[in-house]
């Protein structure tokens, strides 16, 4: 079973840069990793999501501009980049997997890391 967990978050000020990582457990070739995040209050969000044997799939439209996905050669780690942080990024960001691609859809993916909280300050 594919174990996610997510790391790098933590306090920024606005402006500041962070990358935050998704390790995945188990060999998880073909399958694609997405990062969401949840903001206080509000439902879990889409961001990006990116496919191991291949590239990135789908950025929300929200997250262009400032949000990068990758991965590593080794393929067992996710990365998202975020530039010039906001206070409004302040949130919960988690990755998940799913071995078929379900778009953006919370729903559809199969597995989940416990998240890792983002805190923007201005």
């Known amino acids: 079973q594919v174990q996610l967990v997510e790391s790098g978050g933590g306090l920024a000020q606005a402006g500041d840069s962070l990358r935050l990582s998704c390790f995945a457990s188990?060999?998880?070739?073909?399958?694609?990793i997405a990062w969401f995040r949840r903001a206080p209050g509000k439902e879990r969000e889409f961001l990006a999501a990116?496919?191991?044997?291949?590239?990135?799939?789908e950025f929300a439209e929200t997250a262009k501009g400032r949000f990068s996905i990758s991965k590593s050669k080794t393929k067992d780690t996710a990365y998202l980049q975020i530039d010039d942080l906001r206070p409004e990024d302040t949130a919960v960001y988690y990755c998940?997997?799913?071995?078929?691609?379900?778009?953006?859809?919370?729903?559809?993916?199969?597995?989940w890391g416990q998240g890792t909280q983002v805190t923007v300050s201005s």
């Open positions: 990116i496919s191991w044997s291949g590239g990135t799939v």
């Open positions: 188990a060999p998880i070739y073909g399958n694609y």
């Open positions: 998940a997997s799913s071995q078929v691609y379900p778009g953006q859809r919370v729903a559809g993916y199969t597995y």
